[in-house]
């Protein structure tokens, strides 16, 4: 029994430590959200932050604005990936053509790039004085 847990049992102690300090965090800003924070002399128990949060018009506004970003995205998003899979399919079943391996790499270059390199090259276009501003700038 042992051989058969050993990975798991050897695990154990990384996992415990990734596990309280997730959940301890989340634990503790639930606590802070209710108004319980000693350290500031907070120690009761209160819905006061929920209440101005549920009654403010921004609220209300931002999330609508939230939810409208992550529809219109993921709709755009799987369109956008449902046709690039139809047409590399396609373009693989008629796998005669050399320009086959170019589309393919093509779409593998994603894959090749850490998602945080990726944005931060996409903070670096799109800031103030990022590249786009300044070719904008120039057009104008």
Do not use: C
């Amino acid at each position: 029994m042992w051989q058969k847990n050993k990975p798991y049992l050897l695990l154990l102690p990384a996992i415990s430590v990734i596990v309280l300090l997730f959940f301890g965090g989340l634990f503790d800003g639930l606590l802070k959200s209710f108004g319980y924070f000693p350290a500031i002399g907070e120690t009761r128990f209160t819905l006061t932050a929920y209440t101005a949060l549920l009654r403010s018009s921004e609220f209300w506004e931002s999330l609508e604005l939230t939810l409208r970003v992550a529809t219109l995205s993921s709709l755009l998003a799987a369109i956008l990936g449902a046709g690039i899979a139809i047409s590399l399919f396609m373009l693989n079943k008629s796998a005669n053509s050399g320009g086959t391996q170019i589309w393919h790499r093509l779409f593998q270059l994603p894959l090749t790039i850490p998602h945080l390199v990726g944005g931060y090259i996409i903070v670096l276009l799109f800031m103030q004085s990022g590249f786009i501003s300044r070719f904008l700038r120039i057009l104008a």
